[in-house]
């Protein structure tokens, strides 16, 4: 279909979707003329992108054309709006016109129920590519498994906690990693044609615990080992994450161990009120997180929040954010 939308916060996935689509559908001798990247936050680029995708491909194959942080579906705008509607009719057969952002689509938006119609009409389709959330245990295991099952692996307990630990939600560097493990699983296969099982013995062999995670800076804190948190957190600021998404996931988790270790407190030994009040989906953790909140006061998890909230509110006015959590988190020591 000419017209793909694309969404989500895994950028590698959905660059991985469109060189795959250049690979089957563009001529390699006519690929440098055929394909066009083009940048939504520019105008001039933005007005081009409509203009390019007009023009039917050079020699053989499809023609692609790429607006990246597209605003059509996630900005109000009437002129945009009516430009796309009136071209979108003309856009030739062989032309692919390939809309990214990392955000959904607006459902408010007229933009985005003229979409919708499109899609109906299978003259539009929709994919989304979306990273689990840092703290979202569960949702980074259901992303591992549902990557290894690509790749025929299957992956055990204990080595998708190791793999986490090391991977977190780096689609890029999962998907390389497991290329190696399927590599090395092979090798040691008998039959070629069986499912490959990663344990956590070979896991370890493979995957290098060398990427700083929101899990071991969590057990940091709550083992006060402040120091040994800090330069975790400043590594993983330097590999690129986010302060305030860092921050938020320390403050989503910590919470949840602090409810739960009041409900400890109180005696309350209901499971399913528990979870709830934590937003847990899977009543096994609270059998872990109990057994690491045992020997911390509650008076210490309430004000790790406290200073983790003031760390927020530091990172929102523009501080530099290796200050700001140093300058907040040596006050625990």
């Not at 991985?16 to 936050?41: A, P, R």
């Not at 057969?93 to 938006?109: E, G, V």
């Not at 907040?328 to 020591?333: G, R």
């Given at each position: 279909?000419?017209?793909?939308?694309?969404?989500?916060?895994?950028?590698?996935?959905?660059?991985?979707?469109?060189?795959?689509?250049?690979?089957?559908?563009?001529?390699?001798?006519?690929?440098?003329?055929?394909?066009?990247?083009?940048?939504?936050?520019?105008?001039?680029?933005?007005?081009?992108?409509?203009?390019?995708?007009?023009?039917?491909?050079?020699?053989?194959?499809?023609?692609?054309?790429?607006?990246?942080?597209?605003?059509?579906?996630?900005?109000?705008?009437?002129?945009?709006?009516?430009?796309f509607e009136?071209?979108?009719?003309?856009?030739?057969?062989?032309?692919?016109?390939?809309?990214?952002?990392?955000?959904?689509?607006?459902?408010?938006?007229?933009?985005?129920?003229?979409?919708?119609?499109?899609?109906?009409?299978?003259?539009?389709?929709?994919?989304?590519f979306s990273?689990?959330?840092?703290?979202?245990?569960?949702?980074?295991?259901?992303?591992?498994?549902?990557?290894?099952?690509?790749?025929?692996?299957?992956?055990?307990?204990?080595?998708?906690?190791?793999?986490?630990?090391?991977?977190?939600?780096?689609?890029?560097?999962?998907?390389?990693?497991?290329?190696?493990?399927?590599?090395?699983?092979?090798?040691?296969?008998?039959?070629?044609?069986?499912?490959?099982?990663?344990?956590?013995?070979?896991?370890?062999?493979?995957?290098?615990?060398?990427?700083?995670?929101?899990?071991?800076?969590?057990?940091?804190?709550?083992?006060?080992?402040?120091?040994?948190?800090?330069?975790?957190?400043?590594?993983?600021?330097?590999?690129?994450?986010?302060?305030?998404?860092?921050?938020?996931?320390?403050?989503?988790?910590?919470?949840?161990?602090?409810?739960?270790?009041?409900?400890?407190?109180?005696?309350?030994?209901?499971?399913?009120?528990?979870?709830?009040?934590?937003?847990?989906?899977?009543?096994?953790?609270?059998?872990?997180?109990?057994?690491?909140?045992?020997?911390?006061?509650?008076?210490?998890?309430?004000?790790?929040?406290?200073?983790?909230?003031?760390?927020?509110?530091?990172?929102?006015?523009?501080?530099?954010?290796?200050?700001?959590?140093t300058e907040?988190?040596?006050?625990?020591?």
């Open positions: 279909m000419p017209i793909q939308i694309l969404w989500g916060n895994d950028l590698n996935a959905q660059n991985t979707f469109i060189q795959k689509l250049i690979d089957k559908e563009v001529s390699k001798e006519w690929k440098e003329i055929n394909v066009t990247n083009l940048n939504g936050d520019d105008d001039v680029q933005l007005n081009k992108a409509f203009d390019e995708v007009l023009t039917p491909p050079f020699g053989d194959g499809h023609r692609i054309v790429t607006l990246k942080n597209n605003p059509i579906f996630t900005v109000k705008n009437d002129n945009l709006r009516t430009k009136k071209i979108h009719e003309n856009i030739p057969q062989n032309t692919y016109f390939i809309l990214q952002n990392t955000k959904k689509p607006d459902s408010r938006l007229k933009s985005t129920k003229f979409l919708q119609n499109l899609i109906k009409n299978n003259l539009a389709t929709e994919n989304s990273l689990p959330e840092i703290w979202d245990y569960e949702g980074q295991k259901r992303f591992l498994e549902n990557a290894a099952n690509e790749m025929n692996i299957k992956i055990d307990k204990n080595a998708a906690e190791l793999i986490i630990d090391s991977i977190g939600n780096d689609s890029f560097k999962l998907k390389n990693q497991l290329a190696k493990a399927k590599t090395y699983l092979s090798a040691l296969a008998s039959d070629s044609n069986s499912q490959l099982i990663l344990n956590s013995i070979d896991a370890k062999k493979i995957f290098s615990d060398q990427q700083s995670n929101i899990f071991k800076i969590i057990d940091l804190l709550l083992q006060k080992n402040i120091n040994e948190s800090l330069i975790e957190i400043s590594y993983s600021l330097q590999k690129g994450e986010h302060a305030l998404r860092l921050n938020a996931g320390l403050i989503s988790q910590i919470r949840i161990h602090t409810i739960i270790k009041l409900a400890v407190n109180s005696e309350n030994n209901n499971a399913e009120k528990i979870c709830n009040l934590a937003g847990i989906s899977n009543p096994k953790r609270i059998f872990f997180i109990r057994k690491k909140v045992k020997n911390i006061s509650q008076e210490y998890l309430i004000t790790l929040i406290s200073n983790l909230l003031n760390i927020e509110s530091l990172l929102k006015k523009g501080n530099n954010p290796i200050n700001v959590f907040n988190l040596t006050k625990l020591s």
